[in-house]
């Protein structure tokens, strides 16, 4: 290899690494200053959007599975941020609503990473988006990554709650 091929393939590590780097610092930021996960915030934020939604809805929408929905949604009940309660009009449903505590922990809960760079996103180009994804793929490619399932949202790779729709 070239001096110049590698310093530019150090340069493109460095580039991911500070993306894996800003994704755990947020995670992690997020954690000690209001005690939620990005996927639980993830969650919330879907449930302030919608006013009511249930599991399966919230699962879809989030691109998660039921069951950590579900999971998600037992650690947001016990701290009070979000109530299940069965649909008046079919008692089969359960529906998932916000709390007044959820509703103020999201008021003062900062923007999501992933929110801020759909925002820049969205400014490109629709070439320079086209060879972002791209270049990202073939990222993907050479790392041998194409088979590891991923959901559309920044989170930290700690987070236990965490399981892909399936």
């Known amino acids: 290899m070239s001096d110049f091929s590698d310093s530019v393939s150090e340069q493109v590590l460095t580039a991911l690494r500070q993306i894996i780097r800003a994704i755990d610092l947020q995670s992690k930021n997020l954690e000690r200053r209001f005690g939620l996960t990005i996927p639980q915030l993830v969650v919330l934020k879907e449930v302030k959007r919608a006013g009511e939604l249930t599991v399966g809805e919230i699962a879809r929408r989030v691109n998660l599975s039921q069951a950590t929905v579900t999971s998600i ?3 947001l009940e016990n701290r009070g941020l979000a ?26 809960s900062p923007s999501i990473l992933q929110e801020h760079f759909l925002r820049q996103f969205g400014k490109l180009n629709q070439w320079e988006q086209t060879l972002i994804l791209s270049s990202l793929q073939r990222i993907v490619s050479m790392m041998n990554a194409e088979e590891i399932e991923a959901v559309p949202h920044l989170m930290g790779g700690f987070d236990s709650d965490v399981e892909q729709k399936g």
């Open 73 to 75: 949604l037992d650690r």
């Open 83 to 108: 109530k299940r309660s069965r649909s008046f009009e079919d008692k089969r449903r359960v529906m998932v609503r916000m709390t007044e505590q959820g509703s103020g922990i999201l008021k003062e």
